[in-house]
């Protein structure tokens, strides 16, 4: 009789987002995290020196296998600044087949060292030293941008200001809405509804028609390559 209980118990069960008001929460839930990591992807590809486009489809790729794949609820991966700066110095001298075999390698590293159980050793990092990082990383992200700032049309100093102000100030308004979101979208209306002449992203490079082939990065599989892509990864 328990068994023909728990039969029936386990055959009326039905996964939790499969309710509508779950649903509803995750599919908004997933389209404000889609919405603030576009102008994140595009401002970290900059920064590594690759098309936006790069960017934005390396984080949706990420997205949508670590929300299958990932161990953890709740965990949103995309691209970050961090990996921006590290591996900026690779794609400049070397192309982005480098940059894409430095990124392999190092999800390689990330297994094993996973695997070994590496990560139970974060928990003897001091908070300052993780303070000092991350503070250290903003600065970092800041210098990589001020290029950006230099040899531009005087109406780019303004909308940056603007840009900075919008971002500080309307999260003390409302934070449903992701600020760096609002800041580009109402700074991108300003500007092409006054005509303003500033650089845009597309200067950078135009975005695909079509989505990107999957492959194995053009690159010689030699020892010298490992060489050049080890200390990135």
Not at 49 to 74: E, K, N, W, Y
Not at 131 to 155: R, S, Y
Request: net charge positive; glycine share 8%; hydrophobic share 60%.
């Amino acid at each position: 009789m328990s068994n023909a209980l728990s039969f029936a118990r386990l055959r009326g069960a039905r996964p939790s987002w499969l309710s509508p008001r779950v649903a509803r929460t995750e599919i908004l839930a997933g389209l404000v995290v889609a919405l603030a990591l576009i102008p994140e992807a595009i401002s970290f590809s900059i920064i590594a020196g690759v098309d936006p486009s790069i960017g934005l489809f390396a984080s949706f790729t990420m997205a949508v296998v670590i929300s299958v794949a990932g161990g953890r609820a709740a965990m949103i991966s995309a691209a970050t600044g961090a990996i921006a700066l590290v591996v900026a110095p690779l794609a400049r001298e070397h192309g982005l087949g480098y940059l894409i075999a430095a990124v392999i390698l190092g999800g390689l590293f990330q297994i094993v060292l996973g695997s070994l159980g590496v990560a139970r050793l974060m928990r003897f990092v001091p908070r300052s030293v993780m303070v000092g990082f991350v503070n250290a990383l903003a600065i970092l992200i800041f210098l990589a941008q001020v290029p950006e700032l230099i040899d531009v049309p005087w109406p780019v100093y303004p909308l940056f200001a603007g840009g900075l102000a919008v971002m500080i100030l309307f999260p003390k308004v409302t934070k449903v809405i992701p600020a760096p979101l609002v800041s580009i979208v109402a700074l991108t209306v300003l500007t092409v509804a006054a005509g303003i002449a500033v650089p845009t992203v597309g200067d950078k490079g135009a975005l695909p028609s079509s989505l990107p082939v999957p492959g194995l990065p053009d690159v010689p599989f030699s020892v010298d390559t490992l060489s050049t892509i080890a200390p990135y990864a």
